[in-house]
């Protein structure tokens, strides 16, 4: 981690996954409104339940107030975040995951873009490739995650590890909250499907926001429909100017409003919603306070 100005939640993995409609999938996802849409879908089906995310908010605030005695007040508002890129390929042809770094960097650039207005930054440090065909394509089960982060993981608590990979069941990535990583430092990342990167086959998640998105998660971010309709100040997602939606937007639903007893149309163009990667564009002011915040109390010079 470089230059920093000057921070969630517990041990949790949040996964987005890619595919069809079905009932093996209604159990851990919220409905579509009905939308019907003629390509894959993203879904993540780990979503923390009210109670989870009452403990984790409980545990932000008692670090947040630990910092306050400490004298440390001021939240990181920006910084260069070093970047490890991990290649996990079962071959040499770009189909068998082997990434090349021509679309390496322009993930790296989806990201500067993206991050631009947040003061945060990001730094392509290294890139190493892994040939193995288990950890290639089963990069979503618990063994062989663990032994890929085990045996590849660079930097600390402010270092991003970004691996590439081709997870089973539709899966797009997934990425660990700022708060695990102190009982799991090893574990901590994002991990994301190979060809999801710009350029890559996975259309219409083939511009880089896949990335986006769960570095917004591992930056501390909900999505924004966490917690549907919610009514509290801050909103489900615990950042006040995100408007409340309902459920998960899929593709580019222009004016749609799923909470129609609350003000704003939903947040479609959201990198923490599902909408497809062209429709994503913008992380607002609030959310952008909220990473200074978890980024300070979980990752500055940890």
Known sequence: MSRISIISLFVLIVACVVGFKSDAQS???????????????????????????????????????????????????GGTINVYFHVIRSGTSVSQGNVPSSQISQQISVLNSAFAGTGWSFNLAATDITTNSTWFNSCDSSSSESAMKNALRQGT??????????????????????????????????????????????????????????????????????????????????????????????????????????????????????SDDFCMFKFTSGQDARMDSQFTAYRFGK
Not at 47 to 74: C, I, W, Y
Not at 158 to 166: E, Q, T
Not at 245 to 256: D, L, Q, V
């Open 157 to 274: 608590a402010d270092d991003l590890n970004l691996y590439s990979c081709n997870p089973g069941g539709g899966l797009l990535g997934w990425a660990t909250f700022p708060s695990s990583y102190a009982s799991q430092p090893k574990m901590d990342g994002v991990v994301i499907l190979f060809s999801s990167v710009p350029g890559g086959s996975a259309a219409p998640y083939n511009e880089g926001d896949t990335a986006t998105h769960e570095v917004g998660h591992w930056m501390g971010l909900y999505h924004t429909f966490q917690g549907g309709c919610a009514r509290n100040v801050t909103g489900g997602d615990q950042v006040a100017d995100t408007p409340a939606e309902k459920s998960p937007a899929f593709g580019c639903p222009g004016g749609r409003d799923s909470c129609r007893n609350i003000a704003g149309l939903d947040p479609i163009e959201n990198f923490m919603d599902y």
């Open 27 to 77: 159990v851990d996802k919220q409905s579509a409104d009905d939308q019907k849409s003629p390509h894959p879908e993203r879904y993540c089906p780990v979503h923390p339940t009210d109670e989870q995310l009452a403990d984790m908010e409980r545990d932000f605030a008692e670090k947040k107030a630990e910092l306050s005695r400490s004298g440390n007040v001021s939240n990181a508002t």
